[in-house]
């Protein structure tokens, strides 16, 4: 499949409404309480137009359909930047959309003077071997030992280049980490 990336700018309304249609199914099964609603999706979107932000969204070349989005924060001007967030729609998953959204940000981020990506990917659901853990008073000994039970997608960030650099035990509630990862951008 072809598909083009480029900025997501307000006028995009037909593009903003088309990810706010995929948002919530393809966040159900790893945040089912982040961005159910198409408020919320429109709300996220909103924000990712502020100066220090950088909103890119991919495109099916074939039917102009927005198939992919992602976003940048800036975090600590000018050298990293908060992966914030990454969504594919879920009937183009698999089709190396995700990752060149994250290599096209990291292009970005680089431009801007940035030289680290960081990003939380919380367990919510268990998927991990941290889920449903008390991780002290040794977590980062459990994150060397992390597995991926339910296709959690710290393993796409792996191959994308991205390494753990922390954890937040219990981000989200008792047993309920937030995985922290970096990748230096090139």
Same mark, same amino acid.
């Given at each position: @499949?072809?598909?083009?990336?480029?900025?997501?700018?307000?006028?995009?309304?037909?593009?903003?409404?088309?990810?706010?249609?995929?948002?919530?199914?393809?966040?159900?099964? @790893?945040?089912?309480?982040?961005?159910?609603?198409?408020?919320?999706?429109?709300?996220?979107? +909103?924000?990712?137009? +502020?100066?220090?932000?950088?909103?890119?969204?991919?495109?099916?070349?074939?039917?102009?359909i927005a198939v992919g989005w992602i976003g940048g924060i800036l975090a600590y001007d000018?050298? +990293?930047?908060?992966?914030?967030?990454?969504?594919?729609?879920?009937?183009? *998953? !698999? *089709?190396?959309?995700?990752?060149a959204l994250v290599t096209d940000l990291e292009a970005q981020v680089k431009l801007r !003077? !940035?030289?680290?990506?960081?990003?939380?990917?919380?367990? *919510?659901? !268990? @998927?991990?071997?941290?889920?449903?853990?008390?991780?002290?008073?040794?977590?980062?000994?459990?994150?060397?030992?992390?597995?991926?039970?339910k296709r959690h997608p710290y393993e796409f960030y792996q191959k994308c280049g991205f390494?753990?650099?922390?954890?937040?035990?219990? +981000?989200?509630?008792?047993?309920?980490?937030?995985?922290?990862?970096?990748?230096?951008?090139?």
């Amino acid at each position: @499949m072809r598909f083009e990336i480029r900025a997501l700018t307000p006028e995009d309304s037909r593009y903003i409404e088309q990810i706010t249609l995929f948002c919530p199914p393809a966040f159900l099964n @790893m945040a089912p309480d982040y961005m159910q609603s198409a408020d919320e999706v429109r709300e996220e979107i +909103a924000d990712s137009f +502020a100066d220090d932000r950088i909103s890119r969204v991919a495109i099916h070349a074939e039917t102009n359909i927005a198939v992919g989005w992602i976003g940048g924060i800036l975090a600590y001007d000018p050298y +990293a930047w908060e992966l914030h967030p990454l969504v594919v729609d879920p009937a183009y *998953q !698999g *089709q190396g959309i995700g990752r060149a959204l994250v290599t096209d940000l990291e292009a970005q981020v680089k431009l801007r !003077g !940035g030289m680290t990506i960081y990003l939380g990917s919380d367990d *919510q659901l !268990g @998927m991990t071997s941290l889920g449903g853990v008390d991780l002290y008073p040794n977590p980062l000994e459990h994150l060397l030992q992390i597995k991926n039970l339910k296709r959690h997608p710290y393993e796409f960030y792996q191959k994308c280049g991205f390494v753990f650099t922390g954890i937040v035990p219990d +981000a989200n509630g008792y047993g309920k980490p937030d995985l922290l990862m970096s990748k230096r951008v090139q």
